[in-house]
């Protein structure tokens, strides 16, 4: 039983981990395209929205994380007036949520496996 209430608080921890990396990864993208105004802000939406896409995406198959992820990201971006072409910011949020997921998942197999129950 212990080791159950264990790996429930490890997932929330994953859960809130990959939330911020999601955000991380977000701030750097707006701050490399020359976004200084409200920054912290900017990258708090778009990373909610492209949480919110993985998280959906997710339920479905582990595959829709990687199509609505970056959908969500790029419909969120359109409305921050980022200068960047459609196709770019499609691949900058696949690439948000394929480091995003892959650095969470690792840590995650690990503590499971630390854990004993993998």
């Known amino acids: 039983?212990?080791?159950?209430?264990?790996?429930?608080?490890?997932?929330?921890?994953?859960v809130a981990a990959l939330f911020a990396l999601v955000w991380f990864f977000c701030k750097k993208f707006l701050e490399h395209?020359?976004?200084t105004?409200?920054?912290s802000d900017r990258a708090m939406v778009l990373a909610t929205w492209t949480f919110a896409g993985i998280a959906i995406g997710l339920v479905f198959a582990v595959v829709g994380a990687f199509v609505l992820g970056p959908w969500a990201f790029y419909r969120t971006?359109?409305?921050?007036?980022v200068n960047i072409s459609d196709g770019a910011?499609?691949?900058w949020g696949f690439g948000i949520?394929?480091?995003s997921l892959g650095?969470?998942?690792?840590?995650?197999f690990g503590f499971l496996m630390l854990v004993g129950a993998y």
């Open 1 to 14: 039983m212990l080791y159950r209430i264990i790996t429930l608080i490890g997932g929330l921890v994953f």
């Open 33 to 35: 395209h020359g976004v």
């Open 37 to 39: 105004d409200q920054t």
């Open 77 to 81: 971006l359109r409305g921050h007036g």
């Open 89 to 91: 910011a499609i691949w």
């Open 97 to 99: 949520v394929a480091v």
């Open 103 to 108: 650095i969470t998942a690792t840590g995650f």
